[in-house]
T-cell receptor
Framework: NAGVTQTPKFRVLKTGQSMTLLCAQDMNHEYMYWYRQDPGMGLRLIHYSVGEGTTAKGEVPDGYNVSRLKKQNFLLGLESAAPSQTSVYFCASSDPGQCQFFGPGTRLTVL | DQQVKQNSPSLSVQEGRISILNCDYT??????FLWYKKYPAEGPTFLIS?????DKNEDGRFTVFLNKSAKHLSLHIVPSQPGDSAVYFCAASGAETSGSRLTFGEGTQLTVNP
């Protein structure tokens, strides 16, 4: 089992560009999450999904969109990247009431 | 409003001694608490958890203590090993929380010196 995988691992964008981060899990988990980690701020929830075709806002959703068209995939989109979105992004998955499993992260720099 | 706080950004201990990492929370609706460990360039990995119906949970060298009245939990690692050097995140969730959402603390960098 690969667990939770994220692509790409690194990306540099210019302000205003768009991109999509892909998260895939092979554990048949119902729930999936996108977090960002910034120095001194821990992990903050951007969006999450409790099932295929459903998404919900987390703590810091502005500037991001998500889609969960397939149970195993959770996409995070940035329509117009801003320097404030420079961060490390982590995807996670879990079953209801169970601990979350995290991917290795995507380091994004917006110039 | 930081609902989960880890007031110590860093902690340094000698190999073989005890490491104690602390976490405070403000939301009385939290009823499940977890500790995650994170190495550089990797995602966090689950370490140990505790439900609010308990005040202690032990797993090998790791023990988590929960003091509900003080809204405080701590992670004890004994004996500490150099491989324990990592960032430790405290996290919390509530029964009413949709999607088993977690609220994380800022993290504490633990360094275990040989």
């Amino acid at each position: 089992n690969a667990g939770v995988t994220q692509t790409p691992k690194f990306r540099v964008l210019k302000t205003g560009q768009s991109m999509t981060l892909l998260c895939a899990q092979d554990m048949n988990h119902e729930y999936m999450y996108w977090y960002r980690q910034d120095p001194g701020m821990g992990l903050r929830l951007i969006h999450y999904s409790v099932g295929e075709g459903t998404t919900a806002k987390g703590e810091v959703p502005d500037g991001y969109n998500v889609s969960r068209l397939k149970k195993q995939n959770f996409l995070l989109g940035l329509e117009s990247a801003a320097p404030s979105q420079t961060s490390v992004y982590f995807c996670a998955s879990s079953d209801p009431g169970q601990c979350q499993f995290f991917g290795p992260g995507t380091r994004l720099t917006v110039l | 409003d930081q609902q989960v706080k880890q007031n110590s950004p860093s902690l340094s201990v000698q190999e073989g001694r005890i490491s104690i990492l602390n976490c405070d929370y403000t939301n009385s609706m939290f009823d499940y608490f977890l500790w995650y460990k994170k190495y550089p360039a990797e995602g966090p990995t689950f370490l140990i958890s505790i439900s609010s119906i308990k005040d202690k949970n032990e797993d090998g060298r790791f023990t988590v203590f929960l003091n509900k009245s003080a809204k405080h939990l701590s992670l004890h690692i004994v004996p500490s090993q150099p491989g324990d050097s990592a960032v430790y995140f405290c996290a919390a969730s509530g029964a009413e929380t949709s999607g088993s959402r977690l609220t994380f603390g800022e993290g504490t960098q633990l360094t275990v010196n040989p």
